[in-house]
C-alpha cells in the first residue's frame, strides 16, 4: 500500500516555465489536498477538492490550478513559474469517514531561479 | 479569520528533559485539534487529535496534549524526550462542522534533541 504519492521530490524551474506536480493516492480517499509549506509559515492550503471532477480554492491559489479527474490523480498546475513559487509543496488525502485526518506524500521540493 | 498561533518557533533541549509546545487557535465555533509531526525526511504524520470529550488525549510516542477551551489553547507535552523527537511538530485546526477537512495549521516548532 504506496499511501500518497508525489513526483518529482526535487525540481528546479526558470522563471516563466510551466510544470506539473504529480500526486495519486491508492487508498480511494475521496478529499484531497495541496498545501505548501514555507520556513517559519506552517503549511497554507492552495486547492483542494472533494471528489472526481470537484475542486475548490483554499488559502493561497494564485498562480496554480488542478484538475481531478480520477479518485487517485490530483495534480498541480504552475503555469508560470516565479520566485515565490519557491516552497516544498505536500499533497494530503482522507477519506469520508476519515475524521479530518490526513494522510500526507513525501512532498516536492520546487526552486524557482 | 482562523488562525493557529505556535509559541515558539525553535526549541532545543536535552534529552530526558521535559516538552511543552504551546498552540493557541482563535475560531468562532466548535474545532478539532491536532498535533502533526515532520521528522527529518519523512512525511508528515498524525502524533494525535481532539475532537470532543476527555480534554486529555494521549498519541503516539508517548506525547499528549491538553485542550483548555477556557484558553483556546491545544498545548503538547512529553515528560521525557529522546533524541528520536528531533522533528518539527505543527499544531492544526478545522472547525467541527467543516466537512471538507481543510485545517490549519500553525508556523510549526522545530524542535532538537541534543544527547
Known amino acids: 500500500n504506496a499511501g500518497v504519492t508525489q513526483t518529482p521530490k526535487f525540481r528546479i524551474l526558470k522563471i516563466g516555465q510551466s510544470m506539473t506536480l504529480q500526486c495519486t493516492q491508492d487508498?480511494?480517499?475521496?478529499?484531497m489536498y495541496w498545501y505548501r509549506q514555507d520556513p517559519g509559515m506552517g503549511l497554507k492550503l492552495i486547492y483542494y477538492s472533494v471528489g472526481a471532477g470537484i475542486t475548490d480554492k483554499g488559502e493561497v491559489p494564485n498562480g496554480y490550478n488542478v484538475s481531478r479527474s480520477t479518485t487517485e490523480d490530483f495534480p498541480l498546475r504552475l503555469e508560470l513559474a516565479a520566485p515565490s513559487q519557491t516552497s516544498v509543496y505536500f499533497c494530503a488525502s482522507r477519506d469520508l469517514s476519515g475524521a479530518n485526518v490526513l494522510t500526507f506524500g513525501a512532498g516536492s521540493r520546487l526552486t524557482v531561479l | 479569520a482562523q488562525s493557529v498561533s505556535q509559541h515558539n518557533h525553535h526549541v532545543i533541549l536535552s534529552e530526558a528533559a521535559s516538552l511543552e509546545l504551546g498552540c493557541n487557535y482563535s475560531?468562532?465555533?466548535?474545532?478539532?485539534l491536532f498535533w502533526y509531526v515532520q521528522y527529518p525526511g519523512q512525511h508528515l504524520q498524525l502524533l494525535l487529535k481532539?475532537?470532543?470529550?476527555?480534554?486529555l488525549v494521549k498519541g503516539i510516542k508517548g506525547f499528549e496534549a491538553e485542550f483548555i477551551k477556557s484558553k483556546f489553547s491545544f498545548n503538547l507535552r512529553k515528560p521525557s524526550v529522546q533524541w528520536s523527537d528531533t522533528a518539527e511538530y505543527f499544531c492544526?485546526?478545522?472547525?467541527?462542522?467543516?466537512?471538507?477537512?481543510?485545517?490549519?495549521f500553525g508556523a510549526g516548532t522545530q524542535v532538537v534533541v541534543t544527547p
Open positions: 475560531y468562532g465555533g466548535t474545532v478539532n
Open positions: 492544526a485546526v478545522n472547525g467541527a462542522t467543516d466537512s471538507w477537512g481543510k485545517l490549519q
Open positions: 481532539y475532537f470532543s470529550g476527555d480534554p
Open positions: 487508498m480511494n480517499h475521496n478529499y
